[in-house]
């Protein structure tokens, strides 16, 4: 595994892959758009809105893992010193601050003709918009310093505070939830009482179950997964992309370093 | 534990000599609190509702904006170095430290608290949790400060990046701190929030010292 | 499935939640993916306008002190180039 951890052996391999990936990432999306956007049916309750689902599902858990992904790579070059841990944190930090964005637009899209409001502090859109702000946090430390690198460890530091704090966020704002009983539109989706599920009107256990890809036609499923599949590799595309930015930006900055002049020699 | 001690009456001896920033945190806390019956109307009701979500908040920008007093003073005059490379382990200097902060911030602020309290028409059942609360929540805040102040060393606009990096972190305590609260308005137990106030603080003085000392060794070095 | 294109167009009247939807995903990753190639291509410019004067000292310059002298000069006008 530690063999892979040099930069240009790895870029050598993921500059293998890439074309591979677009090749399949592209008619991946091409069905997958064919498939929700024409070829599947509306759903009973929420009629065409359903469509949006394709693209808000797969982005909620990209946005996720690309945290998941960014803390793991942080803790790699923490823990090893990994170069390349902290290169490939560096660059999945945007992707997953877009990812997390696309995915709170998409879903307030979603939720003004379904639930009838474009926000609500559902625990889930609570979870998400925190997730944004780490995102934002992460890459405003980052690029916080003069020297670009000096960044590298506090924004490390960073992440992994930040992957140990979610699991906490997440029980905090879903105990909020179950309190503040405003919400118990909900209620369901909370893994909450059966009480809390008589006061939600049919169309959102539907939304809900749909949310939840539980209990999902397979005609849904199928540009559901489509679009899973693409939207990762879209993932690993935009990964690599910025992977060769950042090599870029390393080897420059270590270039910049020899040639400046020793002060006996000015 | 001698360290411990030394580093403490020496945070503790400097923030009182300079006790104008402990009163402009406590000012803040009261200003900013006598700003709300003037945004959400004079009306008791709507008051004695917002009230602990409103100490809350309150109590967390007021930790928030003390947070620059805890490393940017020893960096700039280089007592910070000295501590990092003492031999007693950065992170129990940093607890100290901690601590220091939290007795010239958090206790001041539970000490203010139950006045807004009053200026805000807090129910009587609400004050003794909410002390509680206070007394069980804000050490963890001056505990992830402290991470949140150390990464920020030596960055461009670290005022505004503190609250950026803090602010989601203080979240799951904002929740458990009003929620006690509410549920004690409203005929509930909060002995369960209260709980998970304390097992946060628990995981909190372990960890979060060993975050800020890896971040205030990285900000002495660079 | 669809009756007619208008039909997929208006999306059963929800064609203003849907389409914007789609509409701001694949925006905004393409703006994303152009930025990123954007931001490797200048960075694989200015490298290897560094590199292409290191190469040509070595060239012309054989002693080693020289070399790292000569190149340390030669950075700056590249650099100016590139910004011209």
Redesign the interface.
Known sequence: MHRFANPSRFMRVADALLPWMIALCLPLFAAGLYYGLYQSPADFQQSETVRVMYIHVPTAFLAQAAYVVMALGSASFLIWKHPLGDLIARSAAPVGAVFCFVCLVTGSLWGKPTWGTYWVWDARLTSMLILQFLFFGYLALANAFDDPARGDKPAAILAVVGIVNIPIIKFSVYFFNTLHQQSTLFGDLMGGSGDAAKSVNQPDIAAAAAEQGSALAPEMLLPLMLMFGAFSLFFLILLVLRLRGEWASVRLRALRAGFRPAPEEV | MTAFLAVLTRDLRLALRQSADLALVLGFFVIAASLFPFGVGPSPEILARIAPGVIWVLALLAVMLSLDRLFQQDLADGSLEQLALAPVPLSITILAKVAAHWLTTGLPLIAVAPVIGILLNLPPDGYVTLLVGLALGTPTLSLIGA?GAG??L?????GL?IA??V???Y??IL??GV?AV??VLTGFDARAHFL?LAA?LAAAIP?APL?AA??VR??VE? | MFDSFDAFLSMGGYASYVWPSYGICFGLLALLTVQSILVWKRRQRELSLLQGGRARRRDKEPRRHDKEQGSGKSRTPSGEEENA
């Open positions: 991470v990464l920020t030596g960055a461009r606009r670290a990046l950026l990096l602010l989601p972190l979240i799951p929740i458990f929620t509410d549920a998970y946060i960890l975050a890896a971040a990285h900000g660079g």
